[in-house]
């Protein structure tokens, strides 16, 4: 089941487009890198969770809106600290995205996007990988 929909987004940094008619789908327990730098990755994971707004695309998750998917805690950014379930690689305070049906879902039944800073935390999650978000370099 489809549980984000991407349409032609577009997300710009300084008015700089970092991410330029991403259309994408995204079905349920997948996982998601974003490959960039730090800040552009938060900027979209904060597009996504509906904290901030795209320039211009749409995104639905489970047939809502970002921001009342947020809201209704569909989608919850977490530390990674706390989204590891069998102790943290390291300490960090950037965060992932957890999309779910249902607030307390494990992170096993959920989709995961997070930026793809650290090699060690992304070595966990990479064998579920098969979508990426490509930010362009400024």
Do not use: C
């Amino acid at each position: 089941m489809v549980a984000i929909e991407i349409r032609d987004l577009v997300v710009e940094v300084d008015r700089y487009p970092i991410v330029d008619g991403l259309t994408l789908d995204i079905e349920e327990r997948e996982h998601v890198p974003i490959l960039g730098t730090l800040e552009d990755a938060m900027t979209v994971l904060h597009v996504l969770s509906g904290i901030l707004l795209p320039s211009s695309g749409e995104i639905w998750i489970y047939n809502l809106p970002p921001r009342q998917a947020y809201q209704r805690g569909l989608i919850r950014l977490l530390p990674l600290t706390e989204a590891l379930e069998d102790g943290a690689l390291f300490t960090s305070t950037v965060p992932i995205a957890v999309v779910s049906r249902s607030p307390t879902a494990a992170l096993a039944e959920s989709i995961v996007v997070y930026p793809m800073s650290d090699i060690a935390f992304l070595d966990k999650f990479i064998q579920k990988t098969n979508k990426t978000i490509h930010l362009r370099r400024r």
